[in-house]
């Protein structure tokens, strides 16, 4: 009795690299609870900006502009979650998804 050929076929997926990731720190150099807002000073790899947060309008500044796209939003998200969590003087750190 003949055998029934078995093919076997295996699917390779390219291999998944981890997310570059990199750490920024942030620092807090005003905050106004009358005037709802915050600001500071956030640092990753060779970039370093300046950002006001407006926690009751939910508006964000960062200056300059180079390199703001590669930070806005990862800052946005760590203001949203820590904002009253974040004190004068304090130094922050979060992680970006992404390498810079």
């Known amino acids: 009795m003949d055998r029934p050929l078995v093919l076997t076929i295996s699917i390779l997926r ?4 981890p ?4 750490k920024a720190h ?9 005037g709802g807002f915050l600001a500071g000073e956030v640092r990753a790899g060779d970039y370093e900006w300046q950002f006001h947060w407006n926690f009751r309008g939910g508006k964000l500044r960062v200056q300059p502009s180079l390199g703001r796209s590669l930070i806005f939003e990862p800052l946005g998200r760590f ?4 904002d009253y969590q974040l004190e004068p003087g304090g130094d922050y750190e979060f992680i970006l998804r ?3």
């Open 14 to 17: 390219p291999s998944v690299r």
């Open 19 to 22: 997310m570059p990731q990199t």
């Open 26 to 34: 942030l620092r807090v150099t005003t905050h106004s609870w009358p």
């Open 79 to 82: 203001l949203e979650r820590s």
């Open 98 to 100: 992404s390498r810079l």
